[in-house]
């Protein structure tokens, strides 16, 4: 088995409980295979940073429900135990109408049991009332037991135990006000793991944190690492099996300024052909050598304009390859960076590789939800009119939109207004969408076509050709 941290609702800590169990864990030197619910980048991140395993996101909005259950079982089967953070509240999904792609949702796809943190901070006899709404709200939802965060004192903690008797269910942790660990944040959610320096301190914390707050007796078995009889019969990923002889190489820009990357697209692409090769546009002065594709994920760019401007010759190296026609795949931060300038939320304005002909401002307004689109032109990842899923996170926007653009994107999971947006350009798809490539091989398989076509003959003609910026 393995549990779900939930929360009833966002902000009420299910973060900090899931990062001081993994924590405690890791302590106890114990293997852990994390997931997330929902398309987050960056906690992933420090649920890898803790577990040294990569975080698997379960999304059946940009996969599909057969695929968050194969990916449960083919990534928790060799681990001892399994431990999944929700998304917002429990039943929150991608739409307000039903809990599509909610905690609860995943909850019912695995037939896992859910432990619900509950904020305390301003309640006390309520709690139950709380908790008694989320038991019985959907009883297809089994919750294993309650974490009590922002507890007051020793007073408050007997108040709220005696109001959840009745329920009849545990409580399998709790967190008192003063064992909040904060995390900094910015415009995007919380600052990446690897730009924090004293991430090591913040990590003992939160396992001192979890080895004192929970019950780990109650607990332990209920993450034990165990597929329900239930899904066993579904088979592991159908990945093909790599060509050992015939490796695309494609660079991945991967560094503080572009890291949000699932996993499953990068283990994807290799299981397709390709070898990854990570390189920084932040430090290195040139691309890898005898590459045939670029991967540009998504990030904080603007964070890092400074140094990303500075880095003349990666600039260069980038507009010359694609120049020279070499398949690109650029989404959010990516495509920033393929933009003429970024301008940051102070005004100032940095130069970026200049083949997109357009500016990214950095504003207030969040710009955040699934999307689905059609393709209203061919690309080095779709075709005309085919069909994809994808997220949108974002606080900037382009000075100027392509007057042919790459796709018709509808704004939201049952939404009836749209909106076009994305690049096609030389051999360059750019969009602010996000991708998951679990939700259909097609796209990763056109990618790598496009590279393995991009010919050596082609690749030596990218020394010639000349930088040209704004």
């Known amino acids: 088995m393995a549990i779900i941290i939930a929360g009833e609702r966002s902000g009420v800590g299910k973060t900090t409980v899931t990062l001081a169990l993994l924590s405690a864990l890791r302590h106890r030197n114990q293997k852990v295979q994390s997931f997330k619910v929902g398309p987050d980048y960056i906690d992933p991140m420090f649920h890898e940073y803790i577990t040294n395993l990569p975080c698997r996101n ?39 109408g039903d809990d599509y792609a909610s905690t609860a949702h995943i909850a019912r796809l695995l037939d896992l049991p859910v ?38 004192s020793d007073r408050h903690l007997e108040l709220l135990t005696d109001a959840l008797k009745p329920l009849q269910l545990p409580i399998l942790g709790v967190l008192r006000r003063q064992d909040n660990i904060t995390i900094p944040d910015r415009h995007l959610g919380l600052i990446p793991s690897n730009e924090l320096e004293n991430l090591n301190a913040v990590v003992e914390q939160l396992a001192q944190l979890g080895e004192s707050c929970f019950d780990w007796a109650k607990l332990l078995p209920l993450m034990t690492s165990k597929v329900d009889n239930n899904l066993e019969k579904i088979p592991n990923f159908p990945f ?74 990666a600039r260069k190296a980038v507009q010359n390859a694609i120049f020279g026609g070499i398949p690109s795949y650029a989404e959010c931060g990516g495509l920033m960076y393929l933009c003429q300038e970024i301008i940051d939320f102070a005004g100032n304005a940095y130069p970026m590789v200049g083949i997109i002909p357009s500016t990214a401002i950095m504003g207030k307004r969040l ?104």
């Open 115 to 152: 432990v619900l943190v509950l904020d305390c901070s301003r309640l006390s006899r309520s709690v139950a009332a709380i908790a008694h709404g989320y038991k019985t709200f959907d009883p297809r939802i089994k919750i294993a037991g309650f974490v009590l965060n922002r507890v007051g």
């Open 367 to 470: 710009t955040l939800g699934y999307r689905q689109a059609v393709a209203m032109q061919d690309s080095p990842m779709i075709s005309r009119g085919f069909q994809i899923r994808g997220h949108e996170f974002h606080r900037s926007t382009l000075d100027l939109e392509p007057q042919n653009p790459l796709l018709e994107m509808q704004l939201g999971y049952d939404s009836q207004k749209f909106k076009s947006e994305g690049w096609q350009i030389h051999q360059v798809h750019a969009s602010y969408l996000h991708l998951h490539f679990g939700a259909n091989l097609e796209i990763p398989k056109r990618f790598l076509k496009h590279c393995f076509q991009f010919t050596n003959s082609r690749r030596e003609e990218l020394g010639t050709a000349q930088l040209i910026f704004p």
């Open 58 to 96: 379960l999304d059946p909005f940009l996969t599909s429900e057969s695929y968050v259950q194969k990916c449960f079982i083919h990534h928790s089967q060799n681990t001892k135990y399994t431990l999944i953070e929700g998304v917002m509240g429990l039943f929150d999904g991608a739409a307000g």
């Open 240 to 313: 093909p099996i790599p060509n050992s002889t015939n490796k695309i190489r494609i660079a991945i820009a991967r560094d503080s300024a572009f890291n949000f990357y699932y996993p499953d697209n990068l283990d994807i692409l290799q299981s397709l052909g390709a070898e990854l090769v990570n390189w920084s546009p932040l430090k290195d002065t040139e691309l890898p050598e005898d590459v045939q594709g670029l991967y540009f994920g998504g990030g904080f760019p603007e964070v890092f304009a400074t140094e990303l401007a500075n880095n003349y010759q």
